[in-house]
C-alpha cells in the first residue's frame, strides 16, 4: 500500500506571492490533516479535513486554508507570504481502527519564503 | 537534511543502553498519546501509542510508560542502536480525530 505522498518536496516563493500544496492520503483514508514544523514552533496543527469537511482547526491565520476532495485528495493553500510562512509542511492520514487513532504522515514540503 | 529544533533537549547515549525520553503533555482531558520518530529529511514516524485507561504498553524494543497523575509520558528503547539516532516527538489527542498536539522533541544522538 503506498504511503502519504506531498508534492511538491520543495517550493521557493517570495513575500506576498500565494502557494498551494498537495497531498494525497493513504488508500481507505478519509481524514487528511496538516502540520506546520518550524525550528522555534515545532510541529503545530493546522487543519484536519474528513469527508471534504473541515473537522478541526488550529490557530493559524485566515491566510492558510485547506479543502478536500471526494477521492480524500487535500490541497492546503497560504496566500499573501510572509517570511515566517518558511517552515516544513507535512501532511498526514488518519483511519480509526478499533477506537485507536492511526495517523501516517508524508515526507513534507520545504516552503522557503524569501 | 530538515532542521527540526535549534533548541532541543539532547540525549546522547552509548550504543547498546537503554534509553529513556521524558514528556510532559498538556491537556489533562487527552486520551490517546503518540511517539514518533523523525529521522533527517523525513516526516515523523509512528512507534508506539497507549491510551489513558493503561499505564504501559510494550512493543519491539520499545516501552511507553504514562502517568497521567503528573501528565507524563515516557518512551524507553532497550538496546540503543545507531539507527534509533532522531528526533522523538510525543503527541496527545482527544477524541480520535486528526488534530494531535506535538510537543517540542527531544534529539536522541547514538554513539557506536
Known amino acids: 500500500k503506498a504511503g502519504v505522498t506531498q508534492t511538491p518536496r520543495y517550493l521557493i516563493k517570495t513575500r506576498g506571492q500565494q502557494v498551494t500544496l498537495s497531498c494525497s492520503p493513504i488508500?481507505?483514508?478519509?481524514?487528511v490533516s496538516w502540520y506546520q514544523q518550524t525550528p522555534g514552533q515545532g510541529l503545530q496543527f493546522l487543519f484536519e479535513?474528513?469527508?471534504?469537511?473541515?473537522?478541526n482547526k488550529g490557530n493559524f491565520p485566515g491566510r492558510f486554508s485547506g479543502r478536500q476532495f471526494s477521492n480524500s485528495r487535500s490541497e492546503m493553500n497560504v496566500s499573501t507570504l510572509e517570511l515566517g510562512d518558511s517552515a516544513l509542511y507535512l501532511c498526514?492520514?488518519?483511519?480509526?481502527?478499533?477506537?485507536?487513532?492511526?495517523?501516517?504522515f508524508g515526507p513534507g514540503t520545504r516552503l522557503t519564503v524569501l | 537534511g530538515e532542521s527540526v529544533g535549534l533548541h532541543l533537549p539532547t540525549l546522547s547515549v552509548q550504543e547498546g543502553d537503554n534509553s529513556i525520553i521524558n514528556c510532559a503533555y498538556s491537556?489533562?482531558?487527552?486520551?490517546?498519546f503518540i511517539w514518533y520518530k523523525q529521522e533527517s529529511g523525513k516526516g515523523p514516524q509512528f512507534i508506539i501509542d497507549?491510551?489513558?485507561?493503561?499505564d504501559k504498553r510494550q512493543g519491539q524494543r520499545v516501552t511507553v510508560l504514562l502517568n497521567k497523575t503528573v501528565k507524563h509520558l515516557s518512551l524507553q528503547i532497550a538496546a540503543t542502536q545507531p539507527g534509533d539516532s532522531a528526533v522523538y516527538f510525543c503527541?496527545?489527542?482527544?477524541?480520535?480525530?486528526?488534530?494531535?498536539?506535538f510537543g517540542k522533541g527531544t534529539k536522541l544522538s547514538v554513539k557506536p
Open positions: 498526514a492520514s488518519s483511519l480509526v481502527v478499533a477506537g485507536e487513532l492511526e495517523q501516517f
Open positions: 488508500s481507505g483514508h478519509r481524514s
Open positions: 479535513y474528513f469527508s471534504e469537511t473541515q473537522r
Open positions: 491537556n489533562s482531558a487527552s486520551d490517546y
Open positions: 497507549i491510551r489513558s485507561n493503561m
Open positions: 503527541a496527545e489527542n482527544r477524541g480520535s480525530q486528526g488534530n494531535l498536539i
